[in-house]
C-alpha cells in the first residue's frame, strides 16, 4: 500500500481572528506546547491574551484555519524589521494544527497566506524558528523552499535574568 497526499478539504477558511477566538487561540497554544514536549512553561492564559492580542497596542495577528465551523489550527505572527533590506517582514511566533486536521494541506495554506500578506504588503521577508529535534517540520518547511539560518543562533534572555538585565544588572 502506498501513502498518497489527501486532498486539501474544500470546506478549509482562512480568517483572522476576533477576540471571541481567544479561548480557540488558547486551545491551539495549548496544544503547540504540549507537542513541543514544553507545556510546562505554557503559562499563557485568556485574559492575557484578550489583552496582548486585541487590547490598546495588540502585540501579534492571528489566523485561524477552519474546517466548516471547526477549528483546525492557527499560525499567529507579528511584523518585525530587517535593517540589511530596510523593509519589514513577518515573524511566525506559531503555526499549529490539530492532529485530527492534519495531512490534509492546512499547513500549507496557513504559510501560503502568510506569504501573501508579505508579498503584497512589500515585505523582505518571513521567518520562523524549528525546533531541531522536529524532522518532519524540517521536511514540511525545506519542502516549501525554506532553508535553514545554520550559521545564527537564537539567544533569549527571560524570567529573573531579563528582570536583573532590565534593572541594570
Avoid at 486536521?101 to 508579498?119: D, M, P, S
Wanted: proline share 5%; with cysteine; hydrophobic share 45%.
Amino acid at each position: 500500500m502506498h501513502d498518497h497526499p489527501v486532498p486539501a478539504p474544500t470546506n478549509v477558511t482562512l480568517r483572522a481572528a476576533t477576540i471571541d477566538d481567544v479561548p480557540v487561540i488558547l486551545r491551539c497554544i495549548q496544544g503547540l506546547a504540549e507537542y513541543e514536549r514544553l507545556a510546562h512553561e505554557c503559562v499563557a492564559t485568556e485574559a492575557l491574551l484578550r489583552e496582548s492580542l486585541f487590547g490598546d497596542s495588540p502585540a501579534a495577528q492571528v489566523v485561524l484555519a477552519m474546517v466548516g465551523d471547526e477549528p483546525a489550527g492557527f499560525a499567529l505572527w507579528f511584523r518585525n524589521y530587517s535593517t540589511f533590506l530596510a523593509r519589514p517582514g513577518i515573524y511566525l511566533e506559531d503555526l499549529f494544527v490539530f492532529p485530527a486536521f492534519r495531512g490534509r494541506g492546512i499547513g500549507k495554506r496557513l504559510l501560503e497566506h502568510l506569504a501573501q500578506t508579505a508579498v503584497a504588503s512589500g515585505y523582505g521577508r518571513l521567518e520562523w524558528a524549528v525546533l531541531d529535534w522536529n524532522v518532519d517540520a524540517i521536511r514540511f518547511y525545506e519542502s516549501l523552499g525554506a532553508r535553514p539560518m545554520s550559521d545564527w543562533t537564537t539567544y533569549r534572555v527571560t524570567g529573573s535574568a531579563l528582570a536583573a538585565l532590565g534593572s541594570g544588572g
